[in-house]
């Protein structure tokens, strides 16, 4: 793996420009309390090093991939249902839906990521962490 990242922790990659995206991650952040979760904008350094290392297609995934080490990649529903698995009850509770096929799953998913920024716009550029947060997040 090319992206440094202590082996206890996760990595939310996310799109840096969508506004819902950046609303997740500041939920995430703020009912994180044991911190189990870094963060990198898809477009940046460590995102782009992901991608060319998985080789992902970014036009079938490009909202929100979850890298654990030791396991790989998560995305799409199954990235937001392992994450909200990771949070603070009643959120950790939304893992009842893994028993919704994947299929069905990732296909809402993939409709409201088709349509976020037309729903919730997008910011010119990636979100700039505060400094308190900086060592959360990788460039």
């Known amino acids: 793996m090319t992206v440094p990242i202590p082996n206890h922790k996760q990595l939310i990659l996310f799109d840096g420009v969508c506004n819902l995206c950046n609303g997740a991650v500041q939920y995430v952040i703020r009912h994180d309390k044991k911190e189990h979760f870094m963060f ?10 992901l991608i060319r290392h998985y080789d992902i297609d970014t036009s079938k995934t490009d909202s929100i991939i979850l890298y654990t080490p030791g396991e790989g990649l998560a995305f799409k529903s199954t990235a ?3 994450i909200a698995s990771r949070l603070r009850f009643p959120v950790s509770l939304w893992v009842v839906f893994f028993i919704i096929p994947v299929v069905i799953r990732n296909w809402v998913y993939d409709y409201v990521a088709r349509n976020r920024y037309k729903w919730f716009g997008k910011k010119a550029s990636c979100m700039v962490p505060t400094v308190e947060l900086k060592a959360r997040f990788l460039d």
């Open 80 to 82: 937001a249902l392992k």
């Open 40 to 49: 990198a904008p898809l477009q940046g350094e460590a995102g782009q090093k």
